[in-house]
């Protein structure tokens, strides 16, 4: 059992920059597959970015490529996500969520706003 909260969000002009971060306890961050999501107003969740459990390797969805950072501290309980060149369309409630396997994540934090203004 893994409780995540999520912090860091906030409102930002067009080509800023934000650090999220997902605080882990009640479990070993470690142990799982750490990743994050985004839900706008009106829209489905989509996948953000995910990150092995080592922090070795990681992937992102197209839009965030370049731009987004997934890392991991697992001494600190913490994932990260690093925002630079925010856009408005980024804007959106960012959630973080861990599993033992890709795409079955089982722990979800409560999600944090970002919002992005032109």
């Known amino acids: 059992q893994a409780d995540l909260v999520e912090s860091g969000g906030g409102l930002v002009q067009a080509g800023g920059a934000l650090r999220l971060s997902c605080a882990a306890s009640?479990?070993?961050?470690?142990?799982?597959?750490m990743a994050w999501f985004r839900q706008a107003p009106g829209k489905e969740r989509e996948f953000v970015a995910d990150?092995?459990?080592?922090?070795?390797?990681?992937s992102y969805r197209d839009s965030a490529k370049g731009r987004f950072t997934i890392s991991r501290d697992n001494a600190e309980n913490t994932v990260y996500l690093q925002m630079n060149s925010l856009k408005p369309e980024d804007t959106a409630v960012y959630y973080c969520?861990?599993?033992?396997?890709?795409?079955?994540?089982?722990?979800w934090g409560q999600g944090t706003q970002v919002t992005v203004s032109s």
């Open positions: 969520a861990g599993g033992l396997t890709y795409g079955r994540y089982a722990y």
């Open positions: 009640g479990g070993t961050l470690s142990s799982y597959v």
């Open positions: 990150i092995t459990r080592s922090g070795g390797i990681s």
